[in-house]
């Protein structure tokens, strides 16, 4: 499996937009790049997924490399919600991989 | 809310006893994964089911820890003979594709 390296921790103002990047130059040419979240005390929740192209969705952009070597997850404006851990993670087209989550990017915003 | 749901949210259980956790996963869903998140961790991924056959399971899955999903539904995660370092978060995720959908997860703690 593709290995991804992300900051442990990021901090962000309230209302500014925040670009938490990952690195996972292992990646296989298949793989599409997911990316979670994980709030106090929840499980993961989806935020967003792409292959080569650029995404948007109502909750973040992806923003990946030409190479896909790394990609970076925007948020346009934080706010105190957005307070979670962060994590990307490779996976293939059909879904399915026995992936292992990173510690992932700790994201704290400040009022 | 994501869909899926887990019971009990909390379990606590004296070292030895045998301890058993639900996963109900959004119906039309035929993929199923049970991961395990300790303190400061990323979800580490346990077993896979493809309807009913599980079809993977990670080395960490000793043979006291069984899984099972009679007809493609619901999950079961059984532990037998609980030990101090099987206290964790245990999670469970559903999905057609690519993107999971979690569960609240059930936290075990062991005595």
């Known amino acids: 499996d593709a290995k991804t390296t992300q900051p442990n921790s990021m901090e962000s103002n309230e209302e500014e937009p925040v670009h938490l990047p990952c690195n996972h130059s292992?990646?296989?040419?298949?793989?599409?790049i997911h990316w979670y979240r994980q709030l106090p005390s929840q499980g993961p929740e989806y935020v967003i997924h792409?292959?080569?192209s650029n995404v948007n969705n109502r909750m973040a952009s992806l923003a990946i490399a030409e190479d896909r070597k790394s990609s970076t997850l925007i948020l346009h404006r934080a706010t105190l919600r957005d307070a979670a851990v962060y994590y990307c993670?490779?996976?293939?087209?059909?879904?399915?991989?026995?992936?292992?989550f990173g510690i992932g990017t700790k994201l704290q915003v400040i009022p | 809310d994501t869909g899926v749901s887990q019971n009990p949210r909390h379990k606590i259980t004296k070292r030895g006893q045998n301890v058993t956790f639900r996963c109900d996963p959004i119906?039309?869903?035929?993929?199923l994964y049970w991961y395990r998140q300790t303190l400061g961790q990323g979800p580490e991924f346990l077993t896979y089911?493809?309807?009913?056959?599980?079809?993977?399971k990670s080395r960490l899955l000793s043979d006291r820890f069984s899984a099972e999903r009679p007809k493609g539904s619901f999950s079961t995660l059984e532990i037998q003979r609980t030990e101090q370092g099987d206290s964790a978060m245990y999670l469970c995720?559903?999905?057609?594709?690519?993107?999971?959908?979690f569960g609240p997860g059930t936290r075990l703690t062991v005595l």
């Open positions: 995720a559903s999905s057609l594709a690519g993107e999971r959908f």
């Open positions: 292992t990646i296989s040419g298949t793989d599409y």
């Open positions: 792409g292959l080569t």
């Open positions: 993670i490779p996976l293939n087209s059909g879904g399915y991989q026995k992936v292992t």
């Open positions: 119906s039309e869903h035929n993929r």
């Open positions: 089911f493809q309807n009913e056959a599980q079809l993977e």
